[in-house]
């Protein structure tokens, strides 16, 4: 059964300092990687994903995550982080031959000034 | 587009009472999720509907739980009798054609709170 881990439930950074995310998954098939973004009180958006190929992969706001399957692995990163950056993210997985979702645990991203 | 519709934003209710939380998709999206997300449980997938038709409802937690899509705009999710475990915030979704690697649009979500 495929199952996702985001290890830290919370991450304070300072405003312009870089930041990642991290994510890993467990799958005996293929699968398809994303990272949604929730803003307070609104539902989840898509940052990005991964489907094949280049295993780096640019989202929006200034995202981007790199896919490491030896690692099982699909980490978040952003060079300069801005307070508008503050939500909780969530990694996903679903297998290629599922239409289901499975989310993490969500990690709190607070920048501060 | 509106982007996927949820109705109501807030509801409070007492133990026992039926609660009904509406959806309504984006307009030519074929797939329709309603997820469930709690502090304990994270964000969990309780059924999803495919051209209206549902197609996998093994994450709807028992019989009190129970989930319609009459047509291509419009789905509901009700709970009877609600319980004071079922306070969360419930999410509707909807994709367009194979939503396995295609993006799912959120609604904004029902907090429902029983007491």
């Known amino acids: 059964a495929q199952s996702v881990t985001q290890l830290d439930s919370q991450v304070p950074v300072f405003e312009e300092a870089p930041v990642e995310l991290r994510c890993n998954y467990s799958s005996s098939v293929s699968v398809y990687l994303f990272w949604y973004v929730q803003y307070p009180n609104q539902g989840l958006q898509l940052l990005l994903k991964?489907?094949?190929?280049?295993?780096l992969v640019k989202g929006i706001n200034g995202f981007e995550a790199e896919f490491n399957k030896s690692q099982t692995s699909f980490h978040l990163r952003k060079p300069s982080v801005h307070i508008s950056d503050t939500a909780e993210y969530f990694c996903?997985?679903?297998?290629?031959?599922?239409?289901?979702?499975?989310f993490g645990s969500g990690t709190r991203l607070l920048v501060r000034p | 587009d509106a982007g996927v519709i949820q109705s109501p934003r807030h509801e409070v209710t007492e133990m026992g009472q039926e609660v009904t939380l509406r959806c309504k998709p984006i307009?030519?999206?074929?797939?329709l999720f309603w997820y469930r997300q709690t502090m304990m449980r994270g964000l969990e997938l309780l059924i999803y509907f495919n051209n209206n038709v549902p197609i996998d409802d093994s994450g709807m937690p028992e019989d009190r739980f129970s989930a319609k899509m009459p047509n291509a705009s419009f789905s509901t999710l009700k709970i009877q009798p609600s319980e004071p475990r079922d306070s969360a915030v419930y999410f509707c979704a909807s994709s367009f054609s194979d939503p396995s690697y295609n993006e799912q649009f959120f609604g904004p979500g029902t907090r429902l709170t029983v007491l």
């Open positions: 996903a997985v679903s297998e290629r031959s599922s239409y289901k979702l499975i």
């Open positions: 307009s030519g999206h074929d797939y």
């Open positions: 991964y489907l094949s190929g280049s295993t």
